[in-house]
């Protein structure tokens, strides 16, 4: 865009912001008396203009609508550097995968811990092997073969999981009699789908239990995750006659492509 081009187009993106709660204006645009433009979110919580406080019209600016459906708007990330100017029903689709994005350390979103670092999708990695090096980091093959250690009822248990060169982030806690496990994966939001992994434990008198899902995207809320039973669910029962005396316990897990 030419500068001429961009001023304007800055200045359109202004008149089209909601002088009450700054978001860009979407049909229906409703108008007051004077002439002024408010959101159709905030119209319905306010009696009077907030600008000149004259009476609301129950007519629509037809005009400005249509402008504000055809307009580009640009990304959430601008300030972080993504130049990308999409119409507004292409905008969401894009925030979902814009690599601009800024992320919180999957320890800290996770497992609540005191980790503040923050930065876009592909550096996530390279933070997690510098910075949270030691046990709570594997790298493993396909499938693999490890210990929960002292499985109880208020222990919340992650782990991040390094294999295919993918980066996966395991969570576990047991709440109300059912044992949860669930895998997420660290990347574009569609490539959870691309995932699946199984959870398996073997009792002391030789029953096997083993439960699958698919891997959950690192941008669902992990409690929700939980909430709605969407992962690897298991009854405590079988988990507590699977550990040792210890209260270890083994288990096999296997991340694999769909
Ligand atoms: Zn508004
Ligand atoms: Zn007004
Ligand atoms: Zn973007
Ligand atoms: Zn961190």
Redesign the pocket.
């Known amino acids: 865009m030419s500068n001429l081009a961009v001023g304007f187009h800055n200045r359109l993106l202004q008149e089209l912001e909601c002088p009450v709660c700054m978001e860009y204006m979407m049909p229906p645009i409703m108008l007051?008396?004077?002439?002024?433009n408010l959101c159709c979110n905030c119209r319905v919580t306010l009696d009077k203009?907030?600008?000149?406080?004259?009476p609301f019209l129950k007519v629509r600016n037809v005009s400005l609508e249509n402008i504000a459906t055809e307009t580009l708007y640009p990304c959430k990330n601008t300030l972080r550097g993504c130049t990308k100017l999409l119409t507004k029903n292409l905008i969401r689709p894009h925030a979902d995968e814009c690599t601009f994005d800024n992320h919180k350390c999957p320890f800290a979103k996770i497992s609540n811990t005191g980790c503040n670092w923050r930065g876009t999708l592909d550096t996530v990695r390279r933070h997690v092997e510098a910075n949270h090096k030691g046990s709570c980091v594997q790298r493993v093959s396909r499938k693999f073969k490890t210990v929960l250690h002292n499985v109880s009822c208020s222990q919340r248990y992650y782990q991040a999981i390094i294999t295919m060169d993918e980066l996966f982030y395991v969570s576990w806690r047991v709440q109300s009699g059912v044992f949860y496990c669930a895998v997420f994966y660290i990347g574009p939001k569609k490539g959870a789908n691309n995932f699946r992994y199984r959870f398996s434990i073997s009792t002391k008198d030789g029953d096997t239990y083993s439960a699958s899902s698919l891997t959950h995207s690192y941008y669902e809320n992990v409690n929700d995750v939980f909430r709605h039973g969407k992962c690897v669910m298991l009854d405590y029962s079988a988990v507590q006659r699977s550990c040792s005396e210890n209260k270890d316990l083994p288990f096999r897990m296997e991340i694999s492509v769909v």
């Open positions: 007051c008396n004077n002439g002024h203009c907030p600008i000149c406080r004259g």
